[in-house]
């Protein structure tokens, strides 16, 4: 199937400009819509490839960068006064109003990487997501993780983040290769959270769970024995989280599906495309075929349908 990509620029709930890719089928199809979340410092064009896959099986999907990475980085990044929260209120919510508004007799469905299959409870749109899948999806509290490396966390987070967050106005990930550099407030919340038990908290320590349980479709997770960065037992906190969702966790070996590696980042890889692609794409098409296409944002099992989309702030 001929895909069809366009190069976007979407607003958030704020108004702020976020650079986004649509991956659409040329012909028109029934396929639902897929909104892909990315990990904390990662560019949208990781998951170009993927996103190329689910057009080429009818999917309409939209991947975007969160403010202050890729394609939506101000110059300089000290200059951007926002925090890791505002990439749920107002970045992932503004992507769902944009693809509602555009597509709104589509089931949307959500990929979440990381951190984006953690931002969707903290926005109002997650009653509009009739189904998620998490991949390495996790609760970045440091005790989740054992041996050297909690150890290593605990460092991260106490010390070398804020530290040097506030020292430069931003922090320099790209150099430690960590990713994509995090503005400064993003960074020093992300270091907070990571220190708390409870993980997504408030400055006082007191959890933040605004909109986990307004998400009540199917959650499949995804996590991998050699994911350093989502170990099973923070992936299974964040699936707590979402406590009216209907959850599913599949964790897998590399010689489950006959490699040596996956790791946080691999499965992105066109080598996983027969494997856990495809078995990605069944679920996310046997959860679209379970939504009535009838309105905007209908749930799976919904009878009623919300009387409008949600309105852009």
């Known amino acids: 199937m001929n895909i069809h990509i366009e190069q976007l620029t979407i607003p958030a709930t704020d108004g702020y400009k976020l650079a986004a890719t649509l991956f659409s089928p040329e012909e028109e199809t029934t396929g639902p819509v897929v909104l892909i979340n990315p990990a904390t410092g990662v560019k949208r064009t990781l998951y170009a490839q993927f996103a190329r896959f689910l057009a ?22 000290r200059s951007l006064k926002s925090n890791m929260e505002a990439w749920g209120t107002g970045d992932l919510a503004g992507a769902v109003d ?35 899948l998490g991949v390495g999806a996790q609760s970045g509290y440091w005790r989740h993780w054992s041996g050297p490396r909690r150890y290593a966390l605990a460092c991260l987070w106490y010390a070398v983040m804020p530290a040097a967050s506030r020292l430069l106005g931003y922090f320099p990930a790209k150099r430690l290769g960590l990713g994509e550099d995090l503005p400064g407030e993003v960074a020093r919340e992300w270091a907070r959270w990571c220190r708390n038990p409870a993980y997504i908290c408030d400055e006082r320590g007191v959890p933040l769970r605004p909109h986990f349980e307004e998400f009540s479709g199917p959650l499949r997770a995804y996590s991998f024995s050699d994911d350093t960065f989502a170990p099973r037992a923070a ?3 964040l ?46 098409e046997q959860q679209a075929r379970a939504v009535r296409p009838s309105a905007p944002g209908m749930r799976l099992g919904a009878s009623q349908p919300p009387t409008q989309p949600p309105p852009l702030s």
């Open 56 to 77: 080429g099986r009818g999917m309409y999907v939209l991947t975007y960068d969160y403010r202050g990475i890729g394609g939506s980085r101000p110059k300089p990044l």
């Open 98 to 132: 944009w693809l509602v508004e555009r597509y709104p007799r589509r089931p949307l469905l959500a990929v979440g990487h990381s951190s984006g299959g953690q931002l969707l409870g903290l926005t109002d749109r997650a009653q509009y997501v009739s189904a998620m």
């Open 235 to 237: 992936v299974e906190a």
């Open 239 to 284: 699936l707590g989280f979402y406590r009216r969702a209907r959850k599913e966790h599949l964790h897998l070996h590399p010689a489950d599906l006959e490699v040596d590696s996956i790791g946080h980042f691999k499965w992105l890889r066109e080598s996983f495309r027969a494997s856990l692609w495809e078995d990605m794409a069944s679920w996310l």
